[in-house]
């Protein structure tokens, strides 16, 4: 049995001393059979087999969490031992300067960023004795938002630029744009660049870079619903007009109502929803603030106010469906913009009117030519005690409203009676009937 010295050299008698420093366990055997051979050449028999390695003593100090002397043996890694001492402090303790020290001199420096994105370590021997000192943490430069690695990153020397962080930090291909935040002479500092702008700045300690998607899409997605052929999803130009995603549209003309297409548009949604909630609140005010000259008009007052009440309740729970109106009364599209989110809609042909409102039964009526607004009446059952023919709202497919009485209605239209409140029996009926009204009309918007 033989044994390894420090500088790596195996002793056999008759034979001499070997280098195995840097042989595998597993080619000890062919390593020492090739240099017993070069003396032995008949009928040699060599069996070598690694039994133990070296043990040796590395003191690990500086900003570790637990330094101290630590065993291991001569092939193991700087890692290794770092790990024993519980690794690097990260609030404290620095990850690019880690030195070597022998024999009282520094026989390496170890910058760990070096392992970390390239994998690769000084080709050094730890020996009995050695030192592994972790110096006091250099400045660091944070990096979040839009970025693959958000962590903050120790600054190589006394200064990082801004090319530096994005290698280190891999922004998103989102990420146009950045935002640095820090401290330049006592004073708070901020600046705003683009990706190019900032790799040429130059980071100092405890600087905060954002990166941002700040740039608006060059293309918008609408979805296509109804009778359709084609995808129902469709990607244009920022800048596309509706006629023109039309006619990438493919429909069936005996089943599509092309001339009552309109949108879906959910900006246009929230901007009903608010004057919606804003005619509630004045309807509401005028509601609790009215003054009564008399008790017996209180009282009556008081029982208004208890019906009214329930309906501004159900109609806070109103979701618009932001609908614009797009087409003219005969059929042409109007020239406006597509948004990002749009919902193109194409009705299908319908043979029927829907009849609805203050009506005795609501239903849907088989469309006939020349046919009065009073007939479809009847064949819902004709009026509520609210119904009045003076109410009579025409809703076209396409979302057009229509309060002519005398007006033709088409295959496809709604008929909506809408309630007649008498002034004289509720004090703030007027008001109350345009809050309806417009909560009937709201989800439609003209062009």
């Known amino acids: 049995m033989g044994v390894v010295d420090p500088a790596g050299m195996l002793f056999l008698p008759n034979i001499g001393p070997l280098r195995v420093a840097g042989t595998r366990a597993g080619d000890i055997q062919r390593v020492v059979e090739s240099e ?125 630029t801004g090319r530096e962080l994005i290698d280190y930090a891999r922004p998103l291909p989102s990420a146009t744009n950045a935002i640095v935040k820090g401290t330049r002479g006592g004073q708070p500092y901020s600046r705003y660049a683009s990706l190019a702008e900032l790799g040429g700045l130059t980071l100092g300690d405890q600087d905060t870079v954002t990166f941002i998607t ?69 309807l509401e005010r005028q509601l609790f603030m009215a003054v009564s000259p008399t008790t017996g008009v209180a009282a009556i007052r008081a029982s208004e106010a208890q019906l009214v009440s329930s309906y501004i309740q159900r109609a806070r729970r109103t979701q618009p469906e932001g609908r614009v109106v797009v087409a003219d009364r005969n059929g042409r599209c109007a020239p406006v913009r597509i948004e990002d989110g749009d919902v193109i809609v194409i009705p299908e042909r319908s043979s029927t009117v829907l009849v609805a409102g203050e009506v005795v039964a609501p239903r849907a009526v088989v469309w006939r030519p020349e046919t009065r607004l009073e007939e479809y009446v009847r064949a819902a059952g004709g009026y509520t005690p609210r119904g009045r023919s003076s109410s009579l709202m025409i809703r076209r497919a396409s979302g057009e409203l229509v309060l002519d009485p005398g007006e ?30 417009q909560i009937a009309v709201a989800t439609r918007i003209f062009l």
């Not at 960023?113 to 021997?125: D, T």
């Not at 509706?242 to 599509?256: K, S």
């Not at 496809?412 to 309806?436: C, H, M, N, T």
């Open 36 to 160: 017993v051979r070069k003396v032995y050449t008949n009928q040699v028999q060599v069996y070598a087999v690694l039994l133990s390695t070296q043990r040796i003593g590395v003191f690990v100090t500086g900003f570790v969490r637990t330094p101290g002397r630590f065993g291991g043996s001569a092939a193991d890694s700087v890692i290794d031992f770092l790990v024993r001492a519980g690794g690097v402090d990260p609030g404290r303790g620095s990850y690019r300067e880690i030195t070597v020290q022998r024999g009282g001199r520094t026989v390496a420096n170890i910058d760990l960023y070096r392992f970390l994105l390239e994998g690769r370590l000084p080709p050094l021997r730890l020996q009995e004795g050695d030192t592994l000192v972790v110096a006091r943490q250099r400045a660091v430069v944070g990096a979040d938002g839009a970025v693959r690695n958000n962590y903050l990153f120790e600054v190589p020397g006394r200064v990082m």
């Open 214 to 282: 700040d740039s608006p899409a060059r293309t918008v997605r609408v979805s296509v619903e109804g009778s359709r052929i084609g995808p129902s999803v469709l990607v244009a130009d920022r800048d596309a007009q509706l006629c023109q995603v039309l006619d990438h549209v493919a429909v069936d003309p005996a089943l599509a109502d092309t001339a009552s297409v309109f949108l879906l548009r959910p900006s246009v949604a929230q901007q009903q929803r608010r004057a919606i909630d804003e005619a509630l609140d004045r």
């Open 408 to 437: 033709t209605l088409r295959p496809g239209d709604e008929l909506i009676v809408l309630p007649y409140l008498d002034p004289k029996a509720f004090q703030i009926g007027s008001d109350l009937l345009a809050v309806i009204y």
